[in-house]
């Protein structure tokens, strides 16, 4: 049996809601990307955030952050690609759900993963981020979080999905569970997570 580590029980747990938001462009002649242009085209770039201070910082993700008293996840979604990015996002569409809980800690972060379907503007750099398109067929991996290959195919797809990952600090997965489907039960993926790395 693998070790266990310094897990919360269940009901000790707390969940904090976060956004994360993708925007696509068609590509095309590679110049100027705006005004949604990739919107209902395939999608050949996907514009990420080099986040430049904080948790996460160093690492290349979508534009995102804590859901304000008073707002909604969506709007929360909408603010928080403004701030980072300058991009204003005329319609936002739920891709995914991922619940985040490290080892040692009560705190659970519940991500809502959306795609501005249509957007305006151009993308800056903010204080936070430095926003820099790439190729789908070459996403840095390598300087994302560690879950991000695992989902980030669904997200290409739009397939919904939710997921539940399970870290040691800030590198290591010790278990994650994903399921298609935009609104699993929390309690029944972490369960199957957590026996599965009870049988690993
Ligand atoms: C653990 N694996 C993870 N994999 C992929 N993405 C993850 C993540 N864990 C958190 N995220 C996202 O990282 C952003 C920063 O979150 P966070 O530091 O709370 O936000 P931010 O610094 O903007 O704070 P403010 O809300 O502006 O105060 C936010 O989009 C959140 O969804």
């Given amino acids: 049996m693998a070790q266990q580590g310094n897990l919360t029980p269940a009901d000790e747990l707390w969940m904090k809601d976060l956004t994360l938001v993708f925007v696509f462009s068609g ?6 990307v705006g005004d949604g242009e990739g919107v209902g085209l395939p999608r050949k770039r996907v ?3 080099m986040k430049k201070r904080g948790f996460g910082s160093d690492r290349f993700n979508g534009f995102g952050g804590k859901v304000e008293p008073g707002e909604t996840v969506e709007q929360g979604a909408v603010r928080e690609l403004k701030e980072e990015s300058f991009l204003d996002a005329q319609a936002m569409e739920p891709r995914g759900q991922i619940y985040f809980e490290f080892e040692g800690s009560p705190k659970v ?18 204080d936070e981020m430095r926003p820099e398109w790439f190729d789908v067929a070459s996403i840095p991996f ?6 991000d290959r695992f989902w980030f195919p669904r997200l290409l797809a739009a397939t919904p999905f939710t997921g539940y990952f399970l870290f040691r600090g800030e590198q290591t997965i010790l278990t994650h569970v994903l399921e298609d489907g935009g609104d699993v039960s929390f309690d029944r993926l972490r369960t199957t997570a ?7």
């Fill in 27 to 32: 590509g095309g002649d590679g110049g100027d």
């Fill in 194 to 200: 957590l026996k599965q790395l009870q049988e690993q």
């Fill in 47 to 49: 514009l990420l955030g």
């Fill in 109 to 126: 972060l519940h991500v809502h993963v959306f795609e501005a379907t249509a957007w305006t503007g151009d993308a800056a750099e903010s």
């Fill in 142 to 147: 390598d300087r994302m979080w560690a879950d």
